[in-house]
Nanobody, 118 residues
Framework: QVQLVDSGGGLVQAGGSLRLSCAAS????????MGWFRQAPGKEREFVATIRWNGGSTSYADSVKGRFAISRDNAKNTFYLQMNSLKLEDTAVYYC???????????WGQGTQVTVSS
């Protein structure tokens, strides 16, 4: 089993920056990829970004490409989401996630609130 704890959310002005963190514990050696998802009020949870544990290949949703960056520190069993040029529509609860090779995301953090104000 893998446990994830996400943190770093808060209130930030539009155009500002924020970094989210996700600390992984347990069977971290089984992790193939990590990701960030978000859910805004009244909307479904959506994909934001992913990164491969080994190699560091990344992918991003079109809505955040060029503004957000996902990274990881394998030695610390931690990964991050650097969010720049934040927009009002980025307001959501952000969840970190992890998966093994060939399976869906199955490990989830508790969520951290990001609120972007004007």
């Amino acid at each position: 089993q893998v446990q994830l704890v996400d943190s770093g959310g808060g209130l930030v002005q539009a155009g500002g920056s924020l970094r989210l963190s996700c600390a992984a514990s347990g069977r971290t050696f089984s992790i193939y990829a990590m990701g960030w998802f978000r859910q805004a009020p009244g909307k479904e949870r959506e994909f934001v970004a992913t990164i491969r544990w080994n190699g560091g290949s990344t992918s991003y949703a079109d809505s955040v490409k060029g503004r957000f960056a996902i990274s990881r520190d394998n030695a610390k069993n931690t990964f991050y989401l650097q969010m720049n040029s934040l927009k009002l529509e980025d307001t959501a609860v952000y969840y970190c996630a992890a998966r093994g090779a060939g399976v869906a995301f199955s490990y989830w953090g508790q969520g951290t609130q990001v609120t972007v104000s004007s």
